[in-house]
């Protein structure tokens, strides 16, 4: 089993910044490729972005590409979520999900990862 749990949500002004970043546990971090979802109130669950276990590969829904930066630290367990330029539409639950690695280059799609954190809420105000 793998435990996520998230942390730095809030409340921000349109245009502003915040970084997510979500601790695992209970299995090598460094064999896991990492991802973040969200999900906006009455819509489903929607890809954000996602990292290699190695750090070299990532990718990101078009909806944030060149606003967030997906990023880990094998040291410290953790994978982060720098989001810039935030929008009212980015307003969601965010959650932190890991998939076991099959390479170091793996990258999981949305429907690949098996674990997952409780989430932690953003709000962007208009």
């Known amino acids: 089993q793998v435990q996520l749990v998230e942390s730095g949500g809030g409340l921000v002004q349109a245009g502003g910044s915040l970084r997510l970043s979500c601790v695992a546990s209970?299995?090598?971090?460094?064999?896991?490729?990492m991802g973040w979802i969200r999900q906006a109130p009455g819509k489903e669950r929607e890809f954000v972005a996602a990292?290699?276990?190695?750090?070299?590969?990532?990718y990101y829904a078009d909806s944030v590409k060149g606003r967030f930066t997906i990023s880990r630290d094998n040291a410290m367990n953790t994978v982060y979520l720098q989001m810039n330029s935030l929008k009212p539409e980015d307003t969601a639950v965010y959650y932190c999900?890991?998939?076991?690695?099959?390479?170091?280059?793996?990258?999981?799609?949305?429907?690949?990862?098996?674990?997952w954190g409780q989430g932690t809420q953003v709000t962007v105000s208009s």
């Open positions: 990292i290699s276990a190695s750090s070299l590969r990532s």
């Open positions: 209970g299995r090598t971090f460094s064999n896991l490729a």
């Open positions: 999900a890991a998939a076991q690695a099959s390479s170091a280059l793996y990258v999981p799609s949305h429907t690949d990862f098996g674990f």
